[in-house]
């Protein structure tokens, strides 16, 4: 199916049966003065804490030495990424750079959806990894992450993403599944998220880009902390020119693998 053909679709769902989103685009911070204190250490105090089954310290201990050395390189750079508008790029200079990368077939993409941009009436549930994506369901067909599985290019792994917990155990076991593959990534998430878990990417040697999600964001520590376990009220959205950049990222790399 085509975008236009998805496009008319999706309108005929929302006149059968409309799915509740932002009345209002909130304008919000994204990360607010008091939580920017410190965060790099709330990060790490964070993800130490809360990795209860120990994943990410098993995949830490995998290489030791090379992660410590990529993890404290980037706590010393001023910001773990580079940014242009709702991207964030991480071992990435810019966007041609991430195109190249994308079609080279030595590597596997990560396409992750942070949960908290699900619709409520998601079929498979908000805080979960799951995600029916059926174009046939009306509220899968509004959704904007049923709209980006119709274009997965080859040798992509796609998820939904709960926790960073979670998301951090999937990266170190695809790269233990997959050793000769290069991990790349793209992954919506909350400018908060992509600034305080960088570090962690970086040090995992995976390149990719970050896609800045606006609307309800978390800009606190107490929202991101409870979203983290699960309570997510609000709703946040990938804005309409940032959708289409990142779906012409998914459609570049099956240009590119189509090519080759
Ligand atoms: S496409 Fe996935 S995330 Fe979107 S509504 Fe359907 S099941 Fe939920």
Known sequence: ?????????????????????????????????????????????????????????????????????????????????KREGDLFFYGVPHEEAFKELLGDPSTLLVLGFSYCHKPFECPSGRFTEDCLHDPENNVCRQCFIGKAHQFIPPQTVSLCIPTIHHIGAKIFALQEAHPQKKILFIITACEMTLTMFGDLGNMAGIQGIGIRLDGRICNTMKAFELSEKGTKPGLTVVLDETQGKMLALLKERSKRFQKA
């Open 1 to 81: 199916m085509n975008e236009e053909e998805w496009d008319k679709g999706a309108l005929l769902a929302r006149q059968k049966m409309p799915i509740k989103g932002l009345k209002i685009l909130p304008q919000m911070v994204g990360i607010s003065p008091e939580t920017r204190k410190g965060l790099k250490w709330k990060s790490l105090k964070w993800i130490i804490q809360e990795d209860k089954k120990g994943a990410i310290r098993k995949g830490f201990l995998r290489h030791p030495f090379k992660h410590l050395g990529r993890f404290v390189r980037s706590l010393l750079a001023p910001l773990p990424y």
